[in-house]
């Protein structure tokens, strides 16, 4: 997972807008969800999985937020009832194939899962090539309390839908979405439980990032389990190392496990990255997390 050709510097990019006007901005880049997976991504190996929709009521939809609406994928069981609700948060891609393909595992699980466009104001990463102007341009750009609020919107829009049970929501998130995990864990206390793969911890904080998850450890009461590599470049050991000793004074009962000889994008089955043995792993143990607190 190769960040980028030169450096970012996400506490100084060069040009942001503010987290109120990203929150309220009425303008957005992203109207519906590009089909296939983001060109970043590239080329798309041949272990890609790609889950069946039958039996399951999945596509795009439109999520109400402030100043108009953004795009999202949803899975759900077509058999009538109320799922307990997953929020599934992408990668830097964008809700690519990948990350649809995500729902609509979680669906098979019995759960309404739903994924919004996250940078649905600020780019459309899926014509992106190159990864460094995914975060220059694009990323360094969303504010989290666009994030938080876009994800409560989620939550409202699955709770409108009458197919979901919006007291028992979780949350997974991979990459970018891992490091959300942590944020909105932090800015929703209801939420039951999140999953948290190889999201960064610290790096990211700017003018509209006002925390990385090490500032707020000590804070969050929902309990989070963290899935690690050991091999990230992008996530020092020492690092995962002072995130568990802060979760230990929060409370939360969150863990972190980290698996030592696989690499950041472990769970991408659609890219170099990706280990089949901890992919595995890592779902049962997230699906076992989300079970065990409710959800």
Same mark, same amino acid.
């Given at each position: 997972?190769?960040?980028?050709?030169?450096?970012?510097?996400?506490?100084?990019?060069?040009?942001?807008?503010?987290?109120?006007?990203?929150?309220?901005?009425?303008?957005?880049?992203?109207?519906?969800?590009?089909?296939?997976?983001?060109?970043?991504?590239?080329?798309?190996?041949?272990?890609?999985?790609?889950?069946?929709?039958?039996?399951?009521?999945?596509?795009?939809?439109?999520? !109400?937020?402030?100043?108009? +609406?953004?795009?999202?994928?949803?899975?759900?069981?077509?058999? !009538?009832?109320?799922?307990?609700?997953?929020?599934?948060?992408?990668?830097?891609?964008?809700?690519?194939?990948?990350?649809? =393909?995500?729902?609509?595992?979680?669906?098979?699980?019995?759960?309404?899962?739903?994924?919004?466009?996250?940078?649905?104001?600020?780019?459309?990463?899926?014509?992106?090539?190159?990864?460094?102007?995914?975060?220059?341009?694009? &990323?360094?750009?969303?504010? =989290?309390?666009?994030?938080?609020?876009?994800?409560?919107?989620?939550?409202?829009?699955?709770?409108?839908?009458?197919?979901?049970?919006?007291?028992?929501?979780?949350?997974?998130?991979?990459?970018?979405?891992?490091?959300?995990?942590?944020?909105?864990? +932090? +800015?929703?206390?209801?939420?039951?439980?999140?999953?948290?793969?190889?999201?960064?911890?610290?790096?990211?904080?700017?003018?509209?990032?006002? +925390?990385?998850?090490?500032?707020?450890?000590?804070?969050?009461?929902?309990?989070?389990?963290?899935?690690? %590599?050991?091999?990230?470049?992008?996530?020092?050991?020492?690092?995962?190392?002072?995130?568990?000793?802060?979760?230990?004074? %929060?409370?939360?009962? %969150?863990?972190?496990? &980290?698996?030592?000889?696989? =690499?950041?994008?472990?769970?991408? =089955?659609?890219?170099?990255?990706?280990?089949?043995?901890?992919?595995?792993?890592?779902?049962?143990?997230?699906?076992?997390?989300?079970?065990?607190?409710?959800?």
């Amino acid at each position: 997972m190769d960040y980028g050709v030169k450096p970012i510097d996400f506490a100084h990019p060069e040009t942001h807008i503010g987290a109120d006007e990203g929150v309220s901005r009425r303008g957005f880049v992203m109207t519906a969800l590009a089909s296939g997976f983001a060109v970043a991504a590239q080329p798309v190996l041949a272990q890609a999985i790609t889950t069946s929709a039958e039996g399951l009521t999945a596509g795009e939809v439109k999520i !109400p937020v402030a100043g108009g +609406h953004i795009p999202a994928y949803r899975a759900v069981p077509a058999k !009538p009832g109320k799922y307990p609700v997953v929020l599934v948060v992408q990668e830097i891609f964008g809700v690519h194939e990948h990350i649809k =393909d995500m729902c609509r595992r979680y669906a098979r699980m019995g759960y309404y899962a739903i994924a919004p466009e996250m940078f649905a104001r600020q780019g459309d990463v899926s014509k992106m090539s190159d990864i460094g102007q995914i975060l220059s341009e694009v &990323v360094s750009k969303v504010p =989290d309390a666009q994030v938080c609020a876009d994800l409560d919107a989620a939550v409202a829009f699955a709770a409108a839908s009458g197919q979901a049970d919006a007291t028992r929501v979780g949350l997974v998130g991979w990459c970018w979405g891992g490091r959300t995990a942590w944020i909105y864990a +932090h +800015h929703n206390p209801k939420l039951k439980a999140a999953v948290a793969y190889y999201g960064l911890l610290s790096g990211m904080k700017s003018p509209i990032k006002a +925390h990385d998850p090490l500032d707020i450890a000590e804070q969050i009461k929902v309990p989070v389990l963290g899935l690690y %590599s050991g091999k990230d470049a992008y996530i020092p050991m020492d690092q995962v190392d002072r995130m568990r000793a802060g979760l230990m004074k %929060s409370g939360s009962n %969150s863990e972190i496990v &980290v698996f030592p000889n696989v =690499d950041h994008g472990f769970n991408a =089955d659609y890219r170099p990255t990706y280990d089949k043995r901890a992919a595995t792993y890592a779902q049962q143990l997230a699906s076992d997390w989300l079970k065990d607190h409710g959800v």
